[in-house]
């Protein structure tokens, strides 16, 4: 019984397709046999799909399962996703530190341990604009090299580990400043 004094009667126990309002519902189960009717109160809902679900960073939409029966597996709790959602529809995305190999002419980011991949692995197709970028060359780097180093002489055929020049790069890029000692 819907709490609009609908009745929708379950003939000797086989299921019948009861319309299920666009706004939440209230609906009576009554449990006709034995001595007493057993009456429940329930409560339907249109669940939201997961994939209105913004997942945070480091996660990612887990994929449409293709079964009507796993459907229930994509959807919310409520009408409207929320946090307590995100276990339920997201997924951890790899980093793209996992990523094996770049497109040509890239190099994996010196950040690359905190930036996200789109899916549970990495892959150069996928991922390789956002986990990979274009090294610096080592001739734009003066600045790391310090008082007593300077750039090398055949700096414009060496390039930084990532896009931009770091300390790591200073053994690339940089030779030891000839002294008046020298």
């Known amino acids: 019984e819907t709490h609009?004094?609908?009745?929708?009667?379950?003939?000797r126990g086989v299921p019948q397709p009861v319309p299920i309002p666009e706004e939440r519902a209230h609906f009576k189960l009554v449990v006709v046999g034995g001595a007493d009717d057993i009456r429940y109160d329930i409560e339907v809902i249109r669940a939201a799909f997961c994939s209105t679900l913004d997942c945070p960073d480091g996660q990612?939409?887990?994929p449409e399962l293709g079964s009507f029966e796993a459907a229930q597996a994509r959807l919310c709790r409520e009408e409207n996703c929320t946090e307590q959602d995100i276990e339920q529809c997201c997924a951890t995305a790899a980093a793209c530190s996992s990523l094996r190999e770049c497109p040509k002419g890239k190099h994996l980011r010196p950040d690359a341990a905190s930036i996200w991949c789109g899916s549970a692995s990495c892959n150069k197709e996928d991922d390789g604009d956002a986990c990979c970028g274009v090294p610096m060359p080592c001739t734009e780097a003066e600045g790391i090299c310090g008082k007593a180093r300077g750039l090398r002489k055949d700096a414009d055929q060496f390039f930084c580990y990532g896009p931009e020049c770091g300390e790591r790069d200073v053994e690339t890029c940089c030779a030891k400043r000839a002294t008046c000692e020298d």
């Open 60 to 62: 990612f939409p887990k």
């Open 4 to 11: 609009e004094g609908q009745r929708f009667l379950l003939k």
